[in-house]
């Protein structure tokens, strides 16, 4: 045997062992890193985490299958000096590669918040500390901040105003300030001058027309008769009469549930409670939709002064101008109550 071929037969073993490492660490690299799931998962980074917190992470949550190989990888791409906080989306199949690439340049998974009818500060602050980082604390110190909410033209009663309901889109490690700055920015865009002068033209402001909206928004949701009922409530402001608005009252007692309001409920001592308090409530008692408040704003000159559910149950309502034909609708839907077993 020639030496040139016995120098081949021993480099060979050296290069196999050479090809199948060079292999395995490429397998390693590009190769599915992620642990067995079939479904898409998320990995959360918190605000201030360290390297070390997202290594534990991975680990605990079983998204990598060895993490021995994600550090070292990790550590030779500099990870560990570039955490960014956020959410991000671990696929099936995902490489160390692809994972450590998403982490180090920060690309978040974005988080859509659909606000639709929230009632109370409450129902606010746990759709958003349910959905992003921001705590219930933050949030709750944020809406009751008079210094901050001053600058919307908003205080403590009012902050709700600034909620407008549409799908707003958020990286999850959003704070709560700029969480509410998003939001609020749709209710200053909303207020363009035509608008505020449509409220003008009223005699309101913003959020007073805002605030008829939200009653407005809890006795119906027949978009076409909205008018209607809107001009009610402003009747009654006019001539100095007391809005005695039933869905006042079921914020006032904290019950949305209630079906029929008795003696007992308008008892409640509360400024929301429009049958014993004159005037508008202090603040909206939901986050009427665009249609309710493009409802206040284009309110008909109409004469009526009350309005009863249709005994029929459809939904709509009979309106009056007068004690007397009031009393009749009352009477008739009063009449299908009872007969509905209905107290």
């Not at 079983?62 to 990888?73: E, G």
């Amino acid at each position: 045997m020639s030496r040139s071929n016995k120098k081949k037969r021993r480099f060979l073993p050296v290069l196999i062992i050479l090809l199948l490492t060079g292999g395995f660490l490429l397998y390693k690299v590009f190769g599915p890193a992620t642990a067995s799931f079939t479904q898409t998962r998320y990995l959360y980074i918190r605000t201030g985490a360290t390297y070390d917190d997202v290594k534990r992470s991975l680990k605990d949550s079983s998204l990598v299958a060895d993490i021995t190989s994600f550090d070292m990888l990790a550590k030779r791409a500099g990870l560990p000096q570039h955490v960014h906080a956020g959410k991000y989306k671990i696929t099936p199949g995902m490489s160390n590669y692809n994972l450590i690439k998403m982490l180090g340049r920060g690309t978040q998974t974005p988080v859509k918040l659909v606000i639709n009818k929230l009632r109370t500060k409450q129902d606010l602050i746990h759709l958003i500390s349910a959905n992003l980082e921001a705590n219930a604390d933050s949030i709750n110190m944020l809406l009751h901040d008079s210094a901050f909410l001053a600058a919307y033209n908003l205080d403590t009663n009012t902050a709700m105003c600034a909620i407008m309901p549409d799908t707003y889109e958020f990286y999850w490690n959003t704070s709560a300030r700029k969480a509410f700055k998003k939001i609020a920015a749709s209710y200053t865009n909303y207020w363009n001058e035509q608008r505020k002068q449509l409220a003008q033209n009223k005699n309101l402001t913003p959020q007073k027309a805002i605030i008829i909206a939200s009653i407005v928004d809890e006795e119906t949701n027949k978009n076409d008769e909205k008018p209607n009922i809107a001009s009610v409530y402003m009747n009654r402001l006019k001539t100095g009469m007391r809005l005695q608005a039933d869905p006042t009252v079921k914020f006032a007692v904290g019950d949305f549930t209630i079906r029929r309001i008795t003696g007992a409920h308008l008892q409640t001592n509360s400024p929301y409670n429009t049958y014993m308090y004159g005037g508008l409530p202090p603040g909206p008692i939901c986050t009427p939709s665009k249609a309710s408040i493009e409802a206040v704003l284009n309110a008909p000159d109409t004469k009526y002064i009350y309005f009863c559910a249709k005994e029929d149950f459809s939904g709509y309502h009979n309106f009056a101008s007068n004690l007397a034909d009031h009393l009749k609708n009352a009477r008739l839907y009063q009449e299908a109550l009872n007969a509905k077993g209905i107290h």
